[in-house]
Protein backbone atom coordinates (compact mmCIF):
# COMPACT_ATOMS: atom_id res chain seq x y z
CA UNK A 1 0.00 0.00 0.00
CA UNK A 2 1.74 3.86 -1.13
CA UNK A 3 1.71 6.43 1.44
CA UNK A 4 3.94 8.38 3.51
CA UNK A 5 5.32 6.88 6.53
CA UNK A 6 3.88 9.29 9.53
CA UNK A 7 6.73 11.23 11.47
CA UNK A 8 5.35 10.01 14.45
CA UNK A 9 5.94 6.73 13.55
CA UNK A 10 9.96 7.27 12.50
CA UNK A 11 10.19 9.09 16.03
CA UNK A 12 8.69 5.89 17.53
CA UNK A 13 11.01 4.08 15.39
CA UNK A 14 13.96 5.59 16.22
CA UNK A 15 13.35 5.49 19.85
CA UNK A 16 12.93 1.51 19.49
CA UNK A 17 16.23 0.82 17.85
CA UNK A 18 19.71 1.21 18.67
CA UNK A 19 22.50 2.58 16.58
CA UNK A 20 24.80 1.29 17.94
CA UNK A 21 23.76 -2.33 17.46
CA UNK A 22 22.38 -1.41 14.18
CA UNK A 23 25.92 -0.26 13.25
CA UNK A 24 27.79 -3.21 14.94
CA UNK A 25 25.67 -5.08 12.99
CA UNK A 26 27.87 -4.74 9.83
CA UNK A 27 31.62 -3.29 11.94
CA UNK A 28 33.08 -3.93 14.95
CA UNK A 29 33.05 -0.83 16.70
CA UNK A 30 34.79 -0.26 20.33
CA UNK A 31 33.77 1.75 23.44
CA UNK A 32 35.67 4.59 24.01
CA UNK A 33 34.65 6.53 26.81
CA UNK A 34 30.37 7.77 26.26
CA UNK A 35 30.78 6.49 22.66
CA UNK A 36 32.03 3.79 20.22
CA UNK A 37 34.71 4.07 17.70
CA UNK A 38 35.78 2.41 14.44
CA UNK A 39 37.50 3.02 11.15
CA UNK A 40 35.06 5.00 8.92
CA UNK A 41 33.36 2.39 6.39
CA UNK A 42 32.41 5.23 3.92
CA UNK A 43 36.48 6.21 3.50
CA UNK A 44 40.08 4.50 3.96
CA UNK A 45 41.62 5.47 7.29
CA UNK A 46 44.10 3.99 9.64
CA UNK A 47 43.28 5.71 12.89
CA UNK A 48 39.75 5.45 13.95
CA UNK A 49 37.69 8.73 13.41
CA UNK A 50 34.21 6.99 13.21
CA UNK A 51 32.07 7.52 16.00
CA UNK A 52 28.83 6.85 17.43
CA UNK A 53 26.99 8.65 19.81
CA UNK A 54 24.17 5.90 21.97
CA UNK A 55 22.68 9.34 23.66
CA UNK A 56 22.39 11.23 20.24
CA UNK A 57 21.54 7.63 18.63
CA UNK A 58 23.83 9.66 15.77
CA UNK A 59 26.81 8.54 13.86
CA UNK A 60 29.41 10.92 12.68
CA UNK A 61 33.37 10.81 11.09
CA UNK A 62 35.73 13.42 11.85
CA UNK A 63 37.19 12.47 8.93
CA UNK A 64 35.72 12.63 5.72
CA UNK A 65 32.51 14.12 7.98
CA UNK A 66 30.15 11.20 6.92
CA UNK A 67 27.51 11.45 9.47
CA UNK A 68 23.34 10.80 10.48
CA UNK A 69 20.66 8.48 12.18
CA UNK A 70 19.97 4.64 12.22
CA UNK A 71 17.82 5.28 9.09
CA UNK A 72 20.82 7.67 6.95
CA UNK A 73 23.34 5.01 8.24
CA UNK A 74 21.47 1.92 6.52
CA UNK A 75 20.78 4.44 3.15
CA UNK A 76 24.50 5.02 3.27
CA UNK A 77 26.56 2.38 4.12
CA UNK A 78 23.72 -0.59 2.56
CA UNK A 79 22.58 1.61 -0.30
CA UNK A 80 18.99 1.28 0.96
CA UNK A 81 16.50 4.03 -0.28
CA UNK A 82 14.66 5.77 2.50
CA UNK A 83 11.21 3.98 2.75
CA UNK A 84 13.78 0.53 2.26
CA UNK A 85 15.74 1.76 5.39
CA UNK A 86 12.52 2.78 7.97
CA UNK A 87 11.09 -0.74 6.69
CA UNK A 88 14.35 -2.76 7.49
CA UNK A 89 14.35 -1.11 10.98
CA UNK A 90 10.77 -1.69 11.34
CA UNK A 91 11.78 -5.01 11.45
CA UNK A 92 14.23 -5.80 13.58
CA UNK A 93 12.16 -3.81 15.95
CA UNK A 94 8.81 -5.82 15.34
CA UNK A 95 6.80 -2.95 13.79
CA UNK A 96 4.68 -2.92 11.11
CA UNK A 97 5.34 0.55 8.92
CA UNK A 98 1.99 2.30 8.57
CA UNK A 99 1.12 4.86 5.84
CA UNK A 100 -0.54 8.09 5.05
CA UNK A 101 -3.51 7.99 2.75
CA UNK A 102 -3.59 10.06 0.07
CA UNK A 103 -0.41 10.48 -0.39
CA UNK A 104 1.89 7.87 -3.29
CA UNK A 105 5.78 7.61 -3.51
CA UNK A 106 7.17 5.49 -6.39
CA UNK A 107 4.68 2.86 -8.27
CA UNK A 108 1.78 1.19 -6.23
CA UNK A 109 2.19 -2.96 -6.80
CA UNK A 110 -0.34 -3.52 -4.23
CA UNK A 111 -2.65 -5.54 -6.92
CA UNK A 112 0.33 -7.34 -7.94
CA UNK A 113 1.05 -7.99 -3.80
CA UNK A 114 -2.61 -9.35 -3.75
CA UNK A 115 -3.01 -11.55 -6.90
CA UNK A 116 0.32 -13.19 -5.54
CA UNK A 117 -1.41 -13.74 -2.35
CA UNK A 118 -4.66 -15.44 -4.03
CA UNK A 119 -2.07 -17.19 -5.92
CA UNK A 120 -0.18 -18.53 -2.77
CA UNK A 121 -3.41 -19.23 -1.19
CA UNK A 122 -4.66 -21.37 -3.96
CA UNK A 123 -2.07 -23.35 -4.51
CA UNK A 124 -1.70 -24.47 -0.86
CA UNK A 125 -5.41 -25.28 -0.91
CA UNK A 126 -5.43 -27.43 -4.06
CA UNK A 127 -2.50 -29.16 -2.10
CA UNK A 128 -5.02 -29.99 1.01
CA UNK A 129 -8.13 -30.81 -1.56
CA UNK A 130 -7.40 -31.22 -5.21
CA UNK A 131 -8.43 -34.73 -6.59
CA UNK A 132 -4.65 -35.00 -8.10
CA UNK A 133 -2.99 -33.62 -4.65
CA UNK A 134 -2.30 -37.53 -3.57
CA UNK A 135 1.01 -37.43 -5.66
CA UNK A 136 1.96 -34.05 -4.59
CA UNK A 137 1.85 -35.19 -0.64
CA UNK A 138 3.32 -38.86 -1.50
CA UNK A 139 6.36 -36.86 -2.91
CA UNK A 140 6.70 -34.37 0.53
CA UNK A 141 6.00 -37.46 2.86
CA UNK A 142 8.66 -39.59 0.54
CA UNK A 143 11.18 -36.06 1.06
CA UNK A 144 10.20 -36.37 4.77
CA UNK A 145 8.80 -33.18 4.88
CA UNK A 146 6.01 -32.53 8.13
CA UNK A 147 2.57 -31.41 7.60
CA UNK A 148 3.99 -28.59 10.18
CA UNK A 149 6.81 -27.33 7.55
CA UNK A 150 5.06 -27.73 4.38
CA UNK A 151 2.41 -24.90 6.57
CA UNK A 152 5.24 -22.99 8.01
CA UNK A 153 6.62 -22.55 4.52
CA UNK A 154 3.35 -22.66 2.88
CA UNK A 155 4.07 -25.24 0.37
CA UNK A 156 1.32 -25.71 -2.79
CA UNK A 157 0.63 -27.54 -5.91
CA UNK A 158 -0.08 -26.62 -9.22
CA UNK A 159 -2.21 -29.69 -10.29
CA UNK A 160 -1.55 -30.83 -14.26
CA UNK A 161 -3.43 -28.37 -16.92
CA UNK A 162 -2.87 -24.89 -18.63
CA UNK A 163 -5.03 -22.76 -17.09
CA UNK A 164 -6.23 -23.91 -13.48
CA UNK A 165 -4.75 -20.46 -12.06
CA UNK A 166 -5.99 -18.34 -15.03
CA UNK A 167 -9.79 -19.97 -14.53
CA UNK A 168 -9.41 -19.44 -10.77
CA UNK A 169 -8.04 -15.52 -10.47
CA UNK A 170 -9.03 -14.38 -13.92
CA UNK A 171 -11.70 -16.14 -15.29
CA UNK A 172 -12.91 -14.51 -18.47
CA UNK A 173 -11.29 -10.90 -17.27
CA UNK A 174 -8.70 -10.16 -19.67
CA UNK A 175 -7.52 -7.00 -17.67
CA UNK A 176 -6.79 -9.95 -14.36
CA UNK A 177 -5.03 -12.25 -16.98
CA UNK A 178 -3.03 -9.37 -18.44
CA UNK A 179 -1.72 -8.85 -14.35
CA UNK A 180 -1.10 -12.48 -13.99
CA UNK A 181 1.09 -12.11 -17.20
CA UNK A 182 2.96 -9.19 -15.57
CA UNK A 183 3.62 -10.79 -12.62
CA UNK A 184 4.65 -14.03 -13.23
CA UNK A 185 1.72 -16.79 -13.09
CA UNK A 186 0.90 -16.65 -16.26
CA UNK A 187 3.48 -17.01 -20.05
CA UNK A 188 1.93 -15.98 -22.97
CA UNK A 189 2.91 -17.54 -26.97
CA UNK A 190 2.58 -16.51 -30.20
CA UNK A 191 -0.77 -15.00 -30.89
CA UNK A 192 -0.93 -13.26 -27.43
CA UNK A 193 -2.28 -16.35 -25.62
CA UNK A 194 -1.65 -17.19 -22.04
CA UNK A 195 -1.48 -20.08 -20.43
CA UNK A 196 -0.42 -21.24 -16.53
CA UNK A 197 3.88 -20.61 -16.21
CA UNK A 198 3.54 -23.33 -12.95
CA UNK A 199 2.16 -27.06 -13.80
CA UNK A 200 1.83 -30.22 -12.14
CA UNK A 201 4.55 -29.04 -9.41
CA UNK A 202 5.28 -28.57 -6.21
CA UNK A 203 5.10 -24.73 -5.10
CA UNK A 204 7.35 -23.17 -3.33
CA UNK A 205 6.15 -19.55 -2.32
CA UNK A 206 9.38 -16.28 -1.92
CA UNK A 207 8.48 -13.92 -0.02
CA UNK A 208 10.27 -10.81 0.84
CA UNK A 209 11.84 -9.11 3.64
CA UNK A 210 7.62 -8.20 5.08
CA UNK A 211 6.47 -11.32 4.22
CA UNK A 212 4.44 -10.40 0.84
CA UNK A 213 4.90 -13.13 -1.38
CA UNK A 214 6.81 -11.94 -4.47
CA UNK A 215 7.49 -14.80 -7.03
CA UNK A 216 7.58 -18.67 -6.58
CA UNK A 217 9.44 -21.70 -7.53
CA UNK A 218 8.39 -25.22 -8.99
CA UNK A 219 9.42 -28.40 -8.61
CA UNK A 220 8.70 -31.58 -10.56
CA UNK A 221 7.89 -35.06 -8.41
CA UNK A 222 9.53 -36.71 -11.34
CA UNK A 223 12.26 -36.53 -13.90
CA UNK A 224 10.66 -33.95 -15.92
CA UNK A 225 12.47 -30.94 -16.95
CA UNK A 226 13.72 -28.15 -15.83
CA UNK A 227 13.79 -29.73 -12.33
CA UNK A 228 12.83 -26.74 -10.84
CA UNK A 229 11.19 -23.58 -12.47
CA UNK A 230 11.32 -19.92 -10.98
CA UNK A 231 9.33 -17.10 -11.42
CA UNK A 232 10.54 -14.45 -14.28
CA UNK A 233 11.84 -11.03 -13.39
CA UNK A 234 8.52 -8.81 -12.65
CA UNK A 235 8.20 -5.26 -11.11
CA UNK A 236 8.30 -6.76 -7.32
CA UNK A 237 10.25 -9.59 -7.82
CA UNK A 238 14.59 -9.58 -8.88
CA UNK A 239 15.82 -13.02 -8.63
CA UNK A 240 19.20 -11.43 -8.22
CA UNK A 241 18.30 -10.12 -5.49
CA UNK A 242 16.30 -12.32 -3.32
CA UNK A 243 16.91 -15.33 -1.19
CA UNK A 244 14.57 -18.27 -0.53
CA UNK A 245 13.94 -18.71 2.96
CA UNK A 246 15.69 -15.48 4.51
CA UNK A 247 12.06 -14.05 5.62
CA UNK A 248 11.25 -17.44 7.60
CA UNK A 249 15.03 -17.45 9.01
CA UNK A 250 14.57 -14.23 10.82
CA UNK A 251 11.08 -14.85 12.05
CA UNK A 252 12.21 -17.98 13.35
CA UNK A 253 15.41 -16.41 14.90
CA UNK A 254 15.44 -12.29 15.84
CA UNK A 255 18.87 -12.82 16.77
CA UNK A 256 20.26 -13.98 13.74
CA UNK A 257 24.08 -14.20 14.47
CA UNK A 258 25.03 -16.08 10.74
CA UNK A 259 23.07 -17.41 7.68
CA UNK A 260 23.92 -20.53 5.99
CA UNK A 261 23.64 -19.95 2.20
CA UNK A 262 22.27 -23.91 0.16
CA UNK A 263 21.76 -24.78 -3.41
CA UNK A 264 17.96 -25.54 -2.86
CA UNK A 265 14.66 -24.88 -1.55
CA UNK A 266 14.06 -28.37 0.06
CA UNK A 267 17.22 -28.08 1.64
CA UNK A 268 16.28 -25.14 3.33
CA UNK A 269 12.56 -26.23 4.40
CA UNK A 270 14.29 -29.90 5.59
CA UNK A 271 17.21 -28.18 7.82
CA UNK A 272 14.35 -25.85 9.54
CA UNK A 273 12.45 -28.93 10.09
CA UNK A 274 15.52 -30.50 12.19
CA UNK A 275 16.02 -27.01 13.91
CA UNK A 276 18.36 -25.40 12.06
CA UNK A 277 16.44 -22.32 11.11
CA UNK A 278 19.28 -19.87 9.56
CA UNK A 279 19.35 -21.14 5.98
CA UNK A 280 18.30 -19.40 2.79
CA UNK A 281 19.05 -20.41 -0.92
CA UNK A 282 19.80 -18.52 -3.72
CA UNK A 283 17.02 -18.75 -6.91
CA UNK A 284 18.80 -21.23 -9.16
CA UNK A 285 21.42 -18.48 -9.94
CA UNK A 286 25.17 -17.83 -8.29
CA UNK A 287 24.92 -15.81 -5.10
CA UNK A 288 25.10 -12.27 -6.63
CA UNK A 289 26.77 -9.16 -4.55
CA UNK A 290 23.15 -8.39 -3.90
CA UNK A 291 22.68 -11.53 -2.19
CA UNK A 292 25.53 -11.12 -0.26
CA UNK A 293 24.86 -7.28 0.85
CA UNK A 294 21.15 -8.43 2.12
CA UNK A 295 23.21 -10.84 4.08
CA UNK A 296 25.76 -8.89 5.68
CA UNK A 297 22.48 -6.22 6.68
CA UNK A 298 20.90 -8.87 8.74
CA UNK A 299 24.31 -10.90 10.00
CA UNK A 300 27.99 -10.46 10.40
CA UNK A 301 28.95 -13.89 9.04
CA UNK A 302 27.97 -16.26 6.34
CA UNK A 303 28.78 -19.39 5.45
CA UNK A 304 28.59 -21.16 2.36
CA UNK A 305 27.61 -25.12 1.89
CA UNK A 306 28.95 -26.77 -1.19
CA UNK A 307 29.25 -30.18 -2.96
CA UNK A 308 32.38 -31.29 -2.18
CA UNK A 309 32.59 -32.57 -6.29
CA UNK A 310 34.28 -30.22 -8.67
CA UNK A 311 31.06 -28.28 -9.59
CA UNK A 312 31.43 -27.72 -5.82
CA UNK A 313 34.51 -26.29 -5.47
CA UNK A 314 34.38 -24.33 -8.83
CA UNK A 315 30.88 -22.53 -7.41
CA UNK A 316 32.82 -21.93 -4.08
CA UNK A 317 35.49 -20.18 -6.29
CA UNK A 318 33.22 -18.04 -7.76
CA UNK A 319 31.54 -17.31 -4.10
CA UNK A 320 34.85 -16.15 -3.04
CA UNK A 321 35.29 -13.83 -6.00
CA UNK A 322 32.12 -12.29 -5.19
CA UNK A 323 32.33 -11.87 -1.33
CA UNK A 324 36.04 -10.25 -1.66
CA UNK A 325 34.79 -6.67 -2.81
CA UNK A 326 32.48 -6.36 0.17
CA UNK A 327 34.77 -8.03 2.93
CA UNK A 328 35.03 -5.32 5.49
CA UNK A 329 36.69 -5.60 9.07
CA UNK A 330 33.53 -7.06 11.08
CA UNK A 331 32.46 -9.32 7.96
CA UNK A 332 32.91 -13.18 7.50
CA UNK A 333 32.39 -15.80 5.02
CA UNK A 334 33.41 -19.40 5.73
CA UNK A 335 32.82 -22.57 3.27
CA UNK A 336 31.47 -25.70 4.09
CA UNK A 337 32.22 -28.96 1.81
CA UNK A 338 29.58 -31.58 1.78
CA UNK A 339 30.95 -35.36 1.50
CA UNK A 340 30.56 -36.36 -2.13
CA UNK A 341 26.89 -37.33 -2.77
CA UNK A 342 25.66 -35.93 -0.04
CA UNK A 343 23.02 -32.90 -0.04
CA UNK A 344 22.09 -30.82 3.06
CA UNK A 345 19.02 -32.88 3.21
CA UNK A 346 20.46 -35.85 3.52
CA UNK A 347 23.20 -34.85 5.82
CA UNK A 348 20.81 -33.69 8.31
CA UNK A 349 18.34 -36.60 8.23
CA UNK A 350 21.87 -39.01 8.78
CA UNK A 351 23.87 -37.42 11.31
CA UNK A 352 21.07 -34.76 13.01
CA UNK A 353 21.24 -31.27 14.25
CA UNK A 354 24.44 -31.71 16.12
CA UNK A 355 26.21 -33.32 13.46
CA UNK A 356 25.52 -30.61 10.86
CA UNK A 357 25.91 -27.87 13.18
CA UNK A 358 30.04 -29.42 14.00
CA UNK A 359 30.78 -29.31 10.53
CA UNK A 360 29.13 -25.34 10.33
CA UNK A 361 31.69 -24.87 12.92
CA UNK A 362 34.58 -26.64 11.30
CA UNK A 363 34.21 -24.66 7.66
CA UNK A 364 36.82 -22.98 6.67
CA UNK A 365 37.56 -19.30 6.92
CA UNK A 366 37.39 -17.72 3.25
CA UNK A 367 41.53 -16.71 4.11
CA UNK A 368 42.30 -20.73 4.71
CA UNK A 369 40.11 -21.46 1.30
CA UNK A 370 41.59 -18.65 -0.71
CA UNK A 371 44.83 -19.91 0.19
CA UNK A 372 44.70 -23.45 0.05
CA UNK A 373 42.84 -23.17 -3.09
CA UNK A 374 45.74 -20.92 -4.58
CA UNK A 375 48.42 -23.37 -3.72
CA UNK A 376 46.33 -26.34 -5.58
CA UNK A 377 48.56 -27.47 -8.80
CA UNK A 378 51.78 -25.85 -8.25
CA UNK A 379 54.35 -26.47 -5.61
CA UNK A 380 55.11 -23.59 -3.20
CA UNK A 381 58.44 -24.59 -2.00
CA UNK A 382 59.85 -23.57 -5.09
CA UNK A 383 60.45 -20.10 -6.71
CA UNK A 384 58.12 -20.48 -9.48
CA UNK A 385 55.07 -22.32 -7.63
CA UNK A 386 55.50 -19.16 -5.11
CA UNK A 387 55.86 -17.10 -8.22
CA UNK A 388 52.33 -18.08 -9.58
CA UNK A 389 50.79 -18.35 -6.16
CA UNK A 390 51.32 -14.45 -5.69
CA UNK A 391 50.24 -13.50 -9.56
CA UNK A 392 47.18 -15.20 -8.83
CA UNK A 393 46.55 -13.25 -5.38
CA UNK A 394 47.52 -10.17 -5.90
CA UNK A 395 44.71 -9.38 -7.92
CA UNK A 396 42.38 -11.14 -5.38
CA UNK A 397 43.63 -9.28 -2.24
CA UNK A 398 43.83 -6.04 -4.09
CA UNK A 399 39.97 -6.65 -5.17
CA UNK A 400 38.96 -6.06 -1.47
CA UNK A 401 38.43 -2.42 0.33
CA UNK A 402 41.28 -1.11 2.36
CA UNK A 403 41.06 -2.47 5.60
CA UNK A 404 43.06 -4.55 8.84
CA UNK A 405 41.33 -7.33 6.94
CA UNK A 406 43.19 -6.82 3.64
CA UNK A 407 46.64 -6.29 5.60
CA UNK A 408 46.37 -9.08 7.18
CA UNK A 409 45.74 -11.52 4.08
CA UNK A 410 48.36 -9.38 2.33
CA UNK A 411 50.80 -10.55 5.00
CA UNK A 412 49.80 -14.22 5.06
CA UNK A 413 50.69 -13.62 1.41
CA UNK A 414 53.90 -12.37 2.04
CA UNK A 415 55.27 -14.70 4.71
CA UNK A 416 53.60 -17.52 2.39
CA UNK A 417 55.88 -16.46 -0.90
CA UNK A 418 58.94 -15.09 1.08
CA UNK A 419 58.62 -11.44 -0.48
CA UNK A 420 56.29 -8.47 -0.34
CA UNK A 421 54.07 -8.41 -2.81
CA UNK A 422 52.69 -5.16 -4.11
CA UNK A 423 49.04 -5.27 -3.90
CA UNK A 424 47.04 -2.85 -5.86
CA UNK A 425 44.11 -0.65 -4.45
CA UNK A 426 40.42 -1.94 -5.40
CA UNK A 427 38.82 0.31 -8.03
CA UNK A 428 36.13 2.83 -6.35
CA UNK A 429 32.59 1.34 -6.05
CA UNK A 430 29.93 3.07 -6.59
CA UNK A 431 28.40 3.80 -3.12
CA UNK A 432 28.20 6.94 -0.83
CA UNK A 433 30.12 10.00 -1.83
CA UNK A 434 32.97 10.97 -0.07
CA UNK A 435 32.50 14.40 1.84
CA UNK A 436 35.75 16.26 2.42
CA UNK A 437 36.39 16.98 5.78
CA UNK A 438 34.07 19.89 7.81
CA UNK A 439 34.66 20.43 11.18
CA UNK A 440 32.76 23.01 13.40
CA UNK A 441 35.06 25.99 13.12
CA UNK A 442 33.91 30.07 14.37
CA UNK A 443 33.81 32.84 12.42
CA UNK A 444 36.84 35.55 12.53
CA UNK A 445 35.06 39.17 13.06
CA UNK A 446 37.65 41.73 13.38
CA UNK A 447 40.62 40.06 14.72
CA UNK A 448 38.05 38.33 17.56
CA UNK A 449 36.86 34.29 17.14
CA UNK A 450 33.13 34.76 17.60
CA UNK A 451 30.40 32.43 15.96
CA UNK A 452 27.07 33.58 15.42
CA UNK A 453 24.50 33.19 18.02
CA UNK A 454 21.93 31.74 15.98
CA UNK A 455 24.24 28.83 14.66
CA UNK A 456 25.81 28.51 18.12
CA UNK A 457 22.45 27.26 19.91
CA UNK A 458 21.20 25.58 17.11
CA UNK A 459 24.10 23.66 17.56
CA UNK A 460 23.58 22.97 20.99
CA UNK A 461 19.81 22.29 20.71
CA UNK A 462 20.38 19.60 17.82
CA UNK A 463 23.08 17.88 19.95
CA UNK A 464 21.35 17.74 23.08
CA UNK A 465 17.38 19.05 22.85
CA UNK A 466 17.26 18.11 26.11
CA UNK A 467 18.39 21.80 26.50
CA UNK A 468 14.70 22.90 25.69
CA UNK A 469 13.64 21.23 28.48
CA UNK A 470 15.95 23.33 30.97
CA UNK A 471 14.96 26.62 29.86
CA UNK A 472 11.32 26.06 29.75
CA UNK A 473 11.76 25.27 33.99
CA UNK A 474 10.60 27.84 36.28
CA UNK A 475 8.06 29.95 33.32
CA UNK A 476 11.17 30.03 30.56
CA UNK A 477 12.47 32.43 28.86
CA UNK A 478 10.58 35.72 27.25
CA UNK A 479 10.78 34.16 23.92
CA UNK A 480 12.01 38.17 22.87
CA UNK A 481 14.58 36.60 20.86
CA UNK A 482 12.38 34.96 18.32
CA UNK A 483 11.44 38.46 17.41
CA UNK A 484 15.07 39.11 15.72
CA UNK A 485 15.03 39.70 12.21
CA UNK A 486 18.22 37.63 11.48
CA UNK A 487 19.37 34.81 9.46
CA UNK A 488 18.93 31.35 11.71
CA UNK A 489 16.03 32.68 14.03
CA UNK A 490 12.69 31.00 12.21
CA UNK A 491 14.89 27.50 12.24
CA UNK A 492 16.09 27.92 15.37
CA UNK A 493 12.34 28.57 17.01
CA UNK A 494 11.05 25.77 14.60
CA UNK A 495 13.33 23.56 16.17
CA UNK A 496 12.89 24.82 19.88
CA UNK A 497 8.98 24.11 18.92
CA UNK A 498 9.27 20.66 17.66
CA UNK A 499 11.53 19.47 20.76
CA UNK A 500 9.33 21.21 22.85
CA UNK A 501 6.56 19.76 21.68
CA UNK A 502 8.20 16.15 22.12
CA UNK A 503 10.49 16.59 24.49
CA UNK A 504 11.72 12.73 24.87
CA UNK A 505 12.90 13.30 20.87
CA UNK A 506 16.64 12.30 20.81
CA UNK A 507 19.52 13.96 17.94
CA UNK A 508 18.41 11.36 15.43
CA UNK A 509 14.84 11.83 15.53
CA UNK A 510 14.94 15.71 15.42
CA UNK A 511 16.96 15.50 12.32
CA UNK A 512 14.71 13.39 10.75
CA UNK A 513 12.30 15.74 11.03
CA UNK A 514 14.37 17.68 8.60
CA UNK A 515 15.33 15.18 6.29
CA UNK A 516 12.86 16.30 3.36
CA UNK A 517 14.01 20.24 4.22
CA UNK A 518 16.89 22.22 2.40
CA UNK A 519 18.05 22.94 5.86
CA UNK A 520 19.07 18.88 6.51
CA UNK A 521 22.69 18.56 5.71
CA UNK A 522 23.74 21.95 7.62
CA UNK A 523 21.63 20.41 10.59
CA UNK A 524 23.84 16.90 10.26
CA UNK A 525 26.66 18.67 9.61
CA UNK A 526 26.07 20.86 12.92
CA UNK A 527 25.05 17.70 14.97
CA UNK A 528 28.63 15.96 13.72
CA UNK A 529 30.67 18.81 14.89
CA UNK A 530 32.59 19.58 18.02
CA UNK A 531 32.03 21.21 21.00
CA UNK A 532 33.74 22.59 24.22
CA UNK A 533 30.84 21.20 26.42
CA UNK A 534 29.64 18.25 24.42
CA UNK A 535 29.93 15.81 27.40
CA UNK A 536 27.89 18.04 30.13
CA UNK A 537 24.12 18.60 29.74
CA UNK A 538 24.02 21.13 32.38
CA UNK A 539 27.01 23.15 30.67
CA UNK A 540 25.43 22.51 27.42
CA UNK A 541 21.87 24.27 28.70
CA UNK A 542 23.65 27.00 30.55
CA UNK A 543 25.42 28.36 27.37
CA UNK A 544 22.32 27.68 25.21
CA UNK A 545 20.57 29.94 27.71
CA UNK A 546 23.03 32.77 27.67
CA UNK A 547 22.81 32.43 24.06
CA UNK A 548 19.31 33.10 23.84
CA UNK A 549 19.87 35.94 26.60
CA UNK A 550 21.97 37.41 24.30
CA UNK A 551 19.74 36.96 21.40
CA UNK A 552 17.11 38.78 23.86
CA UNK A 553 19.80 41.58 24.85
CA UNK A 554 20.01 41.99 21.26
CA UNK A 555 16.35 42.64 20.41
CA UNK A 556 16.25 44.69 23.59
CA UNK A 557 18.77 47.25 22.06
CA UNK A 558 17.47 46.89 19.10
CA UNK A 559 13.86 48.32 20.40
CA UNK A 560 15.54 50.73 22.82
CA UNK A 561 17.54 51.98 19.51
CA UNK A 562 13.92 52.29 17.44
CA UNK A 563 12.40 54.01 20.44
CA UNK A 564 15.40 56.54 20.48
CA UNK A 565 15.10 56.85 16.82
CA UNK A 566 11.40 57.91 16.83
CA UNK A 567 12.33 59.79 19.61
CA UNK A 568 14.36 62.16 17.59
CA UNK A 569 12.40 62.26 14.60
CA UNK A 570 9.33 63.24 16.22
CA UNK A 571 11.61 65.87 18.14
CA UNK A 572 13.10 67.39 14.61
CA UNK A 573 9.33 67.51 13.26
CA UNK A 574 8.40 69.36 16.15
CA UNK A 575 11.67 71.82 15.70
CA UNK A 576 10.78 71.98 12.20
CA UNK A 577 7.10 72.75 12.75
CA UNK A 578 7.99 75.26 15.57
Not at 194 to 201: A, G, K, P
Not at 381 to 397: D, H, V
Not at 475 to 482: C, H
Request: net charge neutral; charged share 30%; hydrophobic share 35%.
Amino acid sequence: MGGRIPSQFIDELLRRVDIVDLIESRMTLKKTGVNYQALCPFHSEKTPSFNVNPEKQFYHCFGCGASGTAIGFLMEHDNMGFVEAVEELAQRAGLEVPREAGYREGPDHGDLYDLLEKASSTYQGWLRNHPERERAVAYLKQRGLSGAIAAEYQLGYAPPGWDNIKKTLAGTDTKLADKLVLCGLLTTKEGGHSYDRFRDRIIFPIRDARGRTIGFGGRVMGDDKPKYLNSPETPVFHKGRELYGLYEARKAQRKLTSILVVEGYMDVIALAQFGVRHAVATLGTATSPDHLEKLFRVVSEVVFCFDGDQAGRDAAWKALNTALPLMRDGREVRFLFLPEGEDPDSLIRAEGKEGLERRIGEALPLSEYLFRRLQEGVDPASLEGRSKIAQQAEPLIGSIPQSVYRDLLRQRLNQLVGVEVAVASPQPQPGPVQRPRRSFRPKRRGGDLTISLQRQAITILVQCPAVVAACEEGGGLSQRWRMLEEPGIPLLAELYDRVRGDPGLTTAALLEHWRERSEYNALRKLAGSELAMANDPDALAAEFIGALKQMEGRYDKLEKDLKLEEQLRLALERQRSG
